[in-house]
């Protein structure tokens, strides 16, 4: 329950649960932080931040190597941890921008959560799923709800993934913005796409939960330290199709 806060310029290695748990806690930052697991055993977060946690930055920070999920915004938190006692969300006000994602099984992922805002950010080369939405935490939380997923860089397998967003019964996928990504498959096969109600009915690896406006798709970013902390875009082809003249962190 710590409020007020902020963690910066730290290292962490080598953990099993999180890297940074936060239950209830608001109003906090973590910038230019590493997050390195290096095993075959996977950790479970990098960062989580749930029991009513609010208007928490994660910013600037490298998360490498093998972990369930690099940033879990929400989670399952008993009822008695939550601050405050009545919050309806696990999580919420939480801003994901400007960060590195390498490996893991999924970069981010929404549970039980009111918005979230993943901005800016280089994924690259996740295990499983680029981002899951789920609805996990105690009974009587509400649905998760209005993430915005917009501006990142997302570079993939599409022959190695489960799916590129998974979508679990229970929250309100259809709530959540998606805006001006930009996806690269390497192996050039599958990229997102929105179908008003054929998603619901015969889902594929390739629904997005909400149609997205701006998106890129199929453009090779010809990453610069590809995989490392200084990873970023060497295609200018790539960044003059955003208002900004960027993409990804």
Wanted: hydrophobic fraction near 35%.
């Amino acid at each position: 329950g710590v409020d007020d806060f902020t963690i910066e310029a730290c290292r962490f290695e080598q953990w099993a649960g999180a890297g940074i748990a936060m239950v209830g806690c608001h109003r906090g930052q973590v910038s230019g932080c590493s997050f390195h697991h290096d095993s075959d055993v996977p950790a479970g977060h990098g960062v989580q931040l749930k029991g009513g946690s609010k208007s928490i930055e994660i910013t600037r920070c490298f998360f490498t190597g093998f972990a369930h999920r690099w940033v879990n915004i929400g989670g399952t938190s008993l009822r008695s941890v939550f601050r405050p006692p009545d919050a309806r969300y696990e999580a919420e006000d939480v801003t994901i921008e400007g960060n590195r994602f390498v490996g893991g099984n999924a970069a981010v992922v929404w549970s039980a959560a009111r918005g979230g805002v993943v901005r800016g950010n280089t994924i690259y080369q996740p295990r499983e799923w680029i981002c899951r939405i789920m609805q996990e935490g105690p009974d009587g939380i509400d649905p998760c709800r209005d993430g915005v997923f917009e501006r990142n860089l997302v570079v993939y397998d599409g022959r190695a993934l489960r799916e590129l967003i998974q979508k679990r019964r229970g929250a309100d996928w259809s709530s959540f913005a998606f805006r001006e990504n930009a996806w690269f498959d390497v192996a050039g096969e599958r990229y997102p796409r929105y179908r008003p109600w054929a998603h619901w009915l015969t889902p594929s690896f390739e629904d997005l939960p909400a149609e997205e406006t701006g998106g890129v798709y199929g453009v090779d970013p010809e990453l610069i330290d590809a995989g490392g902390p200084t990873m970023r875009v060497g295609n200018s082809s790539l960044t003059k199709h955003f208002p900004s003249g960027r993409i990804g962190a």
